[in-house]
C-alpha cells in the first residue's frame, strides 16, 4: 500500500516537472537568441547597444569596489522584481518571455564589445572580470523566470480560467524570491572583488581592436 501511494505521488508529480522543464527550456533558448542579438547589434557605430556596452565598461573600470557591486547587483535586481511581479500576477507570461531576451542581450553585447574593440584586453576582461558573475546570474534568473512562469500560469487557471484542481504555492515563490535576491546580492560582492583584484592588471594589456584587422 506504501508502495502505491508513493508512485501515485510521483506520477502527480511528473507532469508538473515536465511543465517546468518546458518553461526552463523556453527561457535559456529566449537568452541566447538575446545573447546573439546583443553581440551582433555591437558592431554598429552610434547606436544604443555599442553605447551602453562602452558606458557599463567604463563604470567598471573607473568606480571603486562599492559602486561596481552596486551596479551590478542593481541591473540585475531590476529584472528579478520585474520577474517576481510578473509571476505573481495572471497576466504575466508575456513579460516573463521578454526578460530573458534583455539579459542576454546585455551581457551579449558587453562581451562582444570587449572582444571586438580591445582586442586582447577585452578576452581577459571578459574571462576574469565578467564570464563568471554574469554566466552565474543568467543562469539565476533564468531559473526564476521558469518558476515565475509556471506560478503565473497557475495563477491564469485559477482566476481566469477558474480551475478549481489548480493551486499556487505564492509562499513558496515569495521565499525563493528572497533567496534569488540574496544569492544577486552574494554574486554582486563576488562582481566587484573580481573588478578590483583585475582591473590594473588588465589596464596594462594592450588593447588593440579586431574590427581594424
Known amino acids: 500500500m506504501t508502495r502505491f501511494r508513493k508512485r501515485t505521488v510521483l506520477l502527480s508529480q511528473k507532469p508538473i516537472v515536465q511543465k517546468q522543464s518546458r518553461y526552463l527550456f523556453a527561457a535559456a533558448v529566449v537568452y541566447f537568441a538575446g545573447l546573439i542579438w546583443g553581440a551582433a547589434g555591437v558592431r554598429g557605430n552610434g547606436e544604443f547597444l555599442p553605447l551602453f556596452a562602452e558606458n557599463l565598461i567604463s563604470l567598471r573600470q573607473t568606480s571603486?569596489?562599492?559602486?561596481?557591486?552596486?551596479s551590478a547587483f542593481l541591473s540585475f535586481f531590476v529584472l528579478l522584481f520585474a520577474a517576481f511581479?510578473?509571476?505573481a500576477s495572471p497576466f504575466g507570461l508575456p513579460v516573463l518571455g521578454i526578460l530573458p531576451f534583455v539579459q542576454g542581450m546585455g551581457t551579449g553585447c558587453v562581451s562582444a564589445y570587449l572582444v571586438l574593440h580591445t582586442g586582447m584586453q577585452g578576452i581577459w576582461t571578459e574571462l576574469l572580470i565578467f564570464f563568471v558573475p554574469d554566466a552565474l546570474m543568467s543562469l539565476l534568473l533564468i531559473g526564476y523566470i521558469s518558476k515565475a512562469a509556471d506560478t503565473s500560469v497557475k495563477l491564469f487557471l485559477i482566476h481566469v480560467v477558474q480551475r478549481k484542481n489548480t493551486c499556487a504555492r505564492l509562499d513558496d515563490f515569495i521565499r525563493l524570491f528572497l533567496l534569488?535576491?540574496?544569492a544577486a546580492l552574494g554574486l554582486s560582492l563576488l562582481a566587484g572583488g573580481l573588478n578590483h583584484l583585475f582591473s590594473?592588471?588588465?589596464s596594462s594589456l594592450p588593447a588593440a581592436s579586431f574590427l581594424s584587422v
Open 85 to 87: 511581479l510578473s509571476g
Open 64 to 70: 571603486g569596489f562599492g559602486m561596481v557591486c552596486a
Open 200 to 202: 590594473d592588471l588588465l
Open 180 to 182: 534569488a535576491s540574496s
